[in-house]
């Protein structure tokens, strides 16, 4: 595709539910990312994938939050149990390669996700 | 870990020079990055740095001091458009890992 696409664009879902977030990045780029933004707050690092490389999982902030990315392509990130606080725009980047000169990050337009 | 500071609101006026500072703290440093956010609308990649000194491209300059940890993001012949969200991110390297940490964000009004 043109760019990164991520769907659904909103979700809203009730406290304790589970949720998935789809990504779908830019064809041939290697690397996928997924940040969370929280109202007037800066972009919070969740997890990075690289290749097949095993995934650096060192931002998610709970057990709750994990997420796969299969054949190297789409990701799927997963919240189970919902809580309020897990309520903000959630936002998926992909680059040629891991970070490093002029890898620069490519991001879809974000899924905006409610907790009541 | 990493500490990135940037202010929290500017206001400039069309036509005029803005700088948009960024300071930070981090280990194993790998380069810093320049995003604009408009309201609603994902981040969109402006310039990156790694070695000290200024990067021009167009409009838009950035400057790195890796000793000073300092960057800041210069903004030439300011137009409406260019009322944003500007966000300050750190690369860091270690393990065999990256992380890339933003600040808050700088939000830039552009007035007449």
């Known amino acids: 595709g043109a760019g990164v696409s991520q769907s659904p664009s909103n979700k809203v879902t009730e406290k304790g539910k589970d949720v998935e977030l789809r990504c779908d990045p830019i064809s041939g780029h290697t690397a996928l990312y997924w940040y969370r933004q929280s109202l007037g707050q800066g972009l919070e690092f969740l997890i990075y994938?690289?290749?097949?490389?095993?995934?650096?999982k060192s931002g998610l902030p709970s057990d709750r939050f994990s997420a796969e990315r299969t054949g190297g392509s789409v990701s799927t990130l997963t919240i189970q149990r919902t809580q309020q606080e897990d309520s903000a725009v959630y936002l998926c980047?992909?680059?040629?390669?891991?970070?490093?000169?002029?890898?620069?990050?490519?991001f879809g337009p974000g899924t905006r996700l409610t907790v009541l | 870990g990493q500490n990135i500071d940037q202010p929290t609101e500017m206001t400039a006026t069309e036509g005029a020079i803005v700088q948009i500072n960024c300071t930070y703290q981090t280990s194993g440093f790998n380069g810093l990055f320049w995003y604009q956010q408009h309201a609603g609308e994902a981040p969109t990649f402006l310039s990156y740095?790694?070695?000290?000194g200024l990067e021009e491209k167009g409009r838009f300059s950035s400057f790195l001091s890796r000793s000073k940890g300092y960057s800041y993001l210069l903004l030439k012949e300011l137009q409406m458009k260019d009322s944003a969200s500007y966000l300050c991110a750190v690369s860091s390297s270690g393990a065999g890992s990256y992380q890339l940490t933003f600040g808050k964000g700088t939000k830039l009004s552009v007035i007449p």
């Open positions: 994938f690289q290749g097949n490389s095993a995934p650096d």
């Open positions: 980047a992909s680059s040629l390669a891991g970070l490093g000169p002029y890898n620069e990050q490519f």
């Open positions: 740095n790694v070695l000290d």
